[in-house]
């Protein structure tokens, strides 16, 4: 009996394969790849998912991240999943579209194959939007030792970190010396990033201060060390004085024209000789393309980023069908002094002439459009309560709200953005912070092996022949 079912479930398994295999040879639309599932990429997917093409999006994880909000899972406002979302359920309603979970490894233009660790996919069009990663500039140390703020495994690192050093400092047996340095927390990076997250760690500390009975919290101290002369960037002169007062009121120490040189795990050295002590350091201070995109075939910016056309082909390459966008890519406007930055409008307003300009192409056309970048104002968060807009002008709470509101508005889903709003509310008013847990600590041996399950798959060749991969 269990035979005959057995040979039942083969021959309809293999009935079901062919009749995807006769449907794929038998559709002859173009095949558009797409290497990430960020703000650029997913915003492209749902823009193709209407077209008359089929396309696969390729990821090494599968959930589209939010960053902008990875600094509230760091300091145990927000949870994962209300900042990640399966990248599947974007394209539940839309055929065309099809997820193939790998990590890209490089591009074949003579071939049009985009190499992949589960092996090679053949692409009519060619888009990367694989992002970025932090960017250490070269400090072999500070990369060993800090933490990076570019992915969900590092904010949950942080997290952990951060509630976990102060559950050490608690310790009758520690010295004060040891105490002082656990109670340390360095932020280096004055941009949007760094500002959010020494003004939450300071939140963070003043609901601690209500639970460790014993603790001497003048020894907490939080610093946010900045090379440059100045904050934020991308904001007037005033709002940076705005936003420097209101961290120093908050109890971080904003250190400006300070340069890091070196961080061993214990002892932060800068470049004026003065060393603090701690055992947190988190790196907000730059970004890099990722690995990968040097193996596109393309120029690439020194930090990595693959050089673009006004229409968004990559410059110099072989065929006029591999486009990159957003945060991997490096766009120059006529008379900019530097390309374009690494934020999400960049990638979301690249995505959809992208888009256009390879409909363009799948219809004959040969005139491209130019990619012109709306700069839609810059906004980041001090805390709970308080933020700064550059356009139109607004500080504190009025910011606050302005700045709440274009989040939720960007959040995937309504279940989100209802849990998110009602977490933002809650911690207004009660500075309640729910995921105040350590997740990262041993089981005991034995109780729990995690096995690292690595695969080749170096060796699998074209696995769709210039199809889409789904039946594979
Ligand atoms: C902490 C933080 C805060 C930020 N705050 C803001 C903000 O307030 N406002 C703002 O506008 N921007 C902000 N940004 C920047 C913004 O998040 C990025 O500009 C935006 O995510 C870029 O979108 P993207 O599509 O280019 O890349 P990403 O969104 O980074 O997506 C890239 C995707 O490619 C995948 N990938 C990478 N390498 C590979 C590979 N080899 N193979 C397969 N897949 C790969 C990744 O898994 C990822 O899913 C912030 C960034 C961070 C880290």
Redesign the pocket.
């Given at each position: 009996m269990v035979s005959v079912c057995y040979y039942v479930k083969l021959f309809l398994n293999r009935a079901i394969l062919y009749s995807l295999e006769v449907d794929n040879m038998l559709n002859n639309k173009p095949h558009i790849v797409v290497?990430?599932?960020?703000?650029?990429?997913i915003k492209l997917c749902k823009l193709l998912a209407k077209e008359d093409v089929e396309v696969t999006l390729?990821?090494?994880?599968n959930f589209?991240?939010f960053?902008?909000l990875?600094?509230q899972v760091s300091t145990s406002v927000l949870s994962v999943d209300e900042i990640a979302y399966p990248t599947r359920s974007f394209f539940r309603d839309n055929k065309n579209i099809n997820f193939f979970m790998?990590?890209?490894?490089g591009v074949d233009q003579e071939r049009n194959i985009l190499h992949?660790n589960h092996g090679e996919i053949s692409y009519d069009y060619l888009v990367l939007?694989?992002?970025?990663t932090t960017n250490f500039f070269g400090m072999k140390s500070v990369e060993d030792n800090a933490y990076g703020?570019?992915t969900i495994q590092e904010a949950l690192a942080i997290r952990n970190h951060v509630i976990h050093e102060f559950e050490r400092a608690d310790k009758p047996y520690r010295t004060p010396e040891e105490r002082k340095q656990k109670l340390t927390f360095v932020v280096v990076g004055g941009g949007?990033?760094g500002i959010e997250e020494a003004g939450a760690i300071s939140e963070l500390v003043d609901t601690l201060k209500k639970e460790f009975h014993h603790l001497d919290f003048s020894n907490v101290s939080i610093k946010l060390i900045e090379a440059t002369g100045h904050v934020l960037p991308m904001i007037t002169p005033d709002l940076q004085e705005y936003t420097v007062k209101t961290l120093r009121d908050k109890g971080v120490e904003v250190m400006l024209n300070t340069q890091v040189v070196d961080y061993d795990g214990k002892v932060l050295t800068l470049k004026s000789g003065e060393k603090i002590p701690t055992s947190t350091v988190i790196w907000?201070a730059g970004?890099r393309a990722?690995d990968?995109i040097k193996d596109c075939g393309g120029e690439c910016a020194r930090d990595g980023r693959i050089w673009i056309e006004e229409d968004l082909l990559v410059k110099g390459a072989v065929n006029r069908n591999v486009f990159a966008?957003?945060?991997?890519a490096a766009f120059m406007h006529g008379d900019m002094q530097r390309p374009l930055p690494?934020?999400?409008?960049?990638?979301t307003q690249e995505a959809v002439v992208c888009c256009k300009n390879i409909m363009k192409l799948i219809h004959g056309e040969k005139e491209l459009l130019k990619f012109e970048y709306k700069d839609l104002g810059a906004?980041?968060t001090i805390g709970r309560g308080k933020a700064v807009v550059n356009s139109p002008k607004m500080t504190g709470f009025i910011a606050w709200c302005a700045w709440m509101f274009v989040h939720l508005l960007r959040l995937a889903g309504a279940h989100t953005n209802f849990t998110v709003a009602i977490k933002w509310m809650w911690n207004l008013f009660s500075g309640i912070r729910l995921g105040r847990v350590i997740t990262s600590i041993k089981l005991d041996s034995g109780k729990l092996t995690i096995k690292k399950v690595e695969e080749d798959f170096s060796h699998v060749k074209n696995v769709n022949e210039g199809k889409p991969v789904i039946w594979k």
């Open positions: 290497v990430g599932s960020g703000f650029g990429g390729v990821d090494r994880h589209h991240l960053q902008p990875l600094y790998a990590k890209a490894k992949t939007a694989a992002g970025a703020m570019k949007p990033t907000a970004v990722v990968f966008i957003g945060d991997c690494t934020v999400a409008p960049v990638a906004m980041a």
